[in-house]
C-alpha cells in the first residue's frame, strides 16, 4: 500500500496508467482544493484524494539582525527585498529583477535577495537570471543565495517579502510563511 502526495497540478491530460497506479494507492494528498480538482478532472476518484495543506510553523522566533551580517547593509535604512522559492520561469524572478531594477533607476536604496535552488530542467532560465545579475544596476544590489535550509533566517532578515509568480499558485506556501513572520 502507498499514499501518493500531489504538489503540482495536472496540466491536460493524465495519462490513463498514471491514473490506474494512483487509484491503486491507499489514498491521495492534494496540497489544495486547486490541486484536488485537477486530479479530478484527470480522472482520479474522489474518494481518495484528501485535501491537506503544506504546514506553516507560526511560532518561529525572528531572528535579529546579527543573525545574517553578510546580508544586511551596515546601513540599515536601506529596504531590503526577498524573493523566495525554487527558480523556475512561472515564479517570475526575472520580473522581481525588473521590479528591482526599476526601483534602483529611480534612485531607490535598497538590497535584493533571490533565495531559491534550482533544478537542471530549469537551466537556461537559471542562466538568464545570471546574466542579468552581471549587469548594472542589479550587480551591485543583488545576492543570489540559492538554496537554503533556513528559509526563517533569511526572510526575517527581509523588510519585504516579493511573490511575483506569473501563473497561478496551487498553494502559496511563501506567501503564507511571511506573513507567519509578520511580512
Known amino acids: ?56 510553523r507560526f511560532a518561529v522566533p525572528r531572528v535579529s539582525d546579527t543573525a545574517l551580517p553578510e546580508l544586511l547593509p551596515a546601513d540599515r535604512a536601506v529596504c531590503i527585498f526577498g524573493h523566495f522559492g525554487r527558480i523556475a520561469a512561472w515564479k517570475g524572478e526575472l520580473e522581481f529583477l525588473d521590479a528591482a531594477e526599476a526601483l534602483l533607476r529611480e534612485g531607490g536604496r535598497a538590497r535584493f535577495l533571490l533565495v531559491g535552488g534550482f533544478s537542471p530542467s530549469n537551466m537556461e532560465y537559471y542562466r538568464k537570471i545570471q546574466i542579468r545579475l552581471e549587469e548594472a544596476p542589479l550587480r551591485d544590489a543583488v545576492d543570489m543565495i540559492g538554496h537554503v535550509y533556513d528559509v526563517e533566517g533569511y526572510m526575517s532578515s527581509c523588510d519585504v517579502v516579493v511573490h511575483t509568480s506569473v501563473d497561478p ?5 511563501v506567501i503564507v510563511e511571511a506573513m507567519a513572520l509578520g511580512k
Open 1 to 56: 500500500p502507498f499514499v501518493y502526495h500531489v504538489h503540482g497540478a495536472a496540466t491536460g491530460r493524465i495519462p490513463k496508467r498514471v491514473v490506474l497506479i494512483l487509484n491503486k494507492s491507499v489514498s491521495i494528498v492534494a496540497i489544495s482544493e486547486f490541486v484536488r480538482g485537477t486530479l479530478l478532472i484527470g480522472g482520479l476518484s474522489a474518494g481518495k484524494i484528501k485535501v491537506i495543506p503544506n504546514p506553516v
Open 169 to 173: 499558485e496551487l498553494f502559496g506556501l
